[in-house]
């Protein structure tokens, strides 16, 4: 007699014992495509995210360009240049490389996005709230 072995168990923790906060399903982030934007809080206060898949990996910053403190997608979710190889903010041209959050182009070079720990898992995205980041939820 054969039994079915029930389903590994969610993420609910890193190994560190931060909880997992659930941003979306994995086929939501397709290759270089749209990202998924979130909000969090920052020391208290509310700010913006976003995560997206790039080179097969979702990787996630705060949505703040490290030029000037302004978010950067030029429509909801969008960030990616027309190459779809660089994070671009619509300010004043910033090109950031989105495997690291460095900056390679345009007002400060340099310059890093504040990234953020993702991880996947059984097909959904989860996010590690961690230092003085945490969830943000709708009443
Ligand atoms: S605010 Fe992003 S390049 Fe200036």
Excluded: K
Aim: hydrophobic fraction near 40%.
């Amino acid at each position: 007699m054969s039994t079915t072995p029930p389903p590994p168990a969610l993420p609910l923790a890193d190994p560190a014992g931060r909880h997992a906060v659930l941003l979306c399903s994995s086929a939501e982030l397709v290759e270089a495509g749209r990202a998924h934007v979130f909000d969090l809080l920052e020391f208290g206060r509310p700010t913006r995210a976003f995560a997206l898949r790039f080179e097969g990996r979702v990787v996630a910053y705060l949505n703040r360009c490290a030029h000037v403190p302004a978010e950067m997608d030029w429509r909801p979710g969008e960030f990616l240049d027309d190459t779809r190889r660089y994070i671009l903010c619509s300010m004043h041209g910033a090109v950031y490389t989105p495997q690291d959050g460095v900056c390679v182009g345009g007002p400060c070079p340099g310059r890093r996005l504040t990234g953020l720990t993702v991880r996947e898992e059984q097909g959904q995205v989860y996010w590690y709230p961690s230092g003085h980041f945490a969830a943000a939820f709708a009443d």
